[in-house]
């Protein structure tokens, strides 16, 4: 059988091309807040998983098993939180939609305008289901809420806010703390954190669920989502979502059986192992580097010098007013007077990967960025401030 497999296909059989040979993320890579490109050792752990998963001893079963227990152990250290309070979701969008169908009304839930769709939809679909109301909560010309908006929001029927931990486009990292203080013990602060967990601290203590994948800046790929419930709200929670994985007996006479204690009362099924894997190597990782806060700081001063670089070109910065500490790894500008989807067609060209959003162009770096990114985003810009038209005939001088 070996011999069959191994040997070489017949004249008339074209070869089928390998993979391209690993490598890291190019140097003009500034779109993390899209997707991380994964880590090597997320990309290791993933791949180690992925063989025992090809065969079939019992005993690499309960590796697999194994490895989704330590990325839970590892991530209860990175949210200061009990292993048994973590499970570990698909994908930060079922994890919200787990965490809609668990929060039963009556009751409404608080959504500030302008938060990314999948920390939306979730509520919309389970209000009328047996879900709280939604109420949209607009940030009068700020993209964040604050403390004091609200407070002035927080009427009696008010159960829960949920809110991402980092802004999508500005940047904005939400003082979870705070917000937390206002809703007091009574009502649930439910954090998406997709956009922070691996890019800077954050205050997960604050929050009662909170729900991140690890595709962006943990770099660890598609499959995995971490899922915290807290303690100090699971008696609150239906296990809306919760099926044969999530109960005590799956295999007892009557159903449905009793559900397992914390975050796992709320899993449809079991994990996806390899995911899972890769998820806690990244996890790992990220305190092999000094954990978030250095990370963070890392982030931050690449940002602050793409920025730096974007200001002198003249362009604006959203939300450019934000302190050192309230801005995460996302900055956002647009350059007066010309046109975003050719700005954003001129970085392409020059080796810059960025998102754009109508007028706006997202950077969001990483500790991987090297400085170079810096010298081709201006070299980039200054390409178009400096553009002039010339006639056709007229040679051009080249630019130092």
Known sequence: MNDQI???????????????????????????????????????ALAAATALATRIDPADLDR????????RASAARLLDARPHEIALAPSTSNGLF?????????????????????????????????????????????RHITPDLLRRHLTPDVTALTVSAVDSLTGHLAPLAALKEVLGPGRLLIVDAIQGLGAVPLEADAADILVSGGQKWLRAGWGA????????????????????????????????????????????????????????????????QGGPAAVGACIRA??????????????????????????????????????????????????????????????????STPGAAADLLAEALHTLTHRTTHHPQEPTCPIN
């Open 6 to 44: 191994n040997s070489p296909p017949e004249a008339s059989t074209p070869a089928v091309p390998g993979p391209a040979p690993a490598r890291g993320p190019m140097v003009g890579y500034l779109d993390y807040a899209r997707v991380g490109p994964l880590s090597r050792p997320a990309a290791a």
């Open 64 to 71: 697999l098993f194994a490895l989704s227990d330590a990325a």
């Open 98 to 142: 787990s965490a809609a169908a668990a929060l039963h009304g009556p009751g409404t839930v608080l959504v500030p305008r302008g938060e990314f769709p999948a920390n939306l939809y979730p509520w919309l679909r389970f209000a009328g289901r047996g879900g709280p109301t939604v109420r949209l909560v607009d940030p009068a010309g700020q």
């Open 225 to 288: 989502a971490l899922l915290l419930i807290r303690d100090r709200c699971a008696e609150r929670l239906a296990p809306g979502l919760g099926g044969w994985a999530g109960v005590a007996e799956p295999f007892a006479t009557r159903h449905p059986a009793p559900p397992l204690p914390g975050a796992a009362a709320h899993l449809a099924t079991n994990p996806d192992f390899p995911a899972a894997a890769a998820i806690g190597a990244a996890i790992d990782d990220l305190f092999d």
């Open 302 to 367: 690449t940002l602050a010098d793409l920025l730096d670089r974007v200001r002198r070109a003249g362009a604006d910065v959203l939300l450019d007013g934000l302190g050192p500490h309230e801005r995460a790894g996302i900055g956002t500008f647009r350059l007066p007077g010309h046109d975003p989807a050719n700005v954003h067609r001129t970085l392409e060209a020059a080796g810059l990967i960025t998102t754009r959003r109508d007028e706006w162009i997202r950077l969001s770096p990483h500790t």
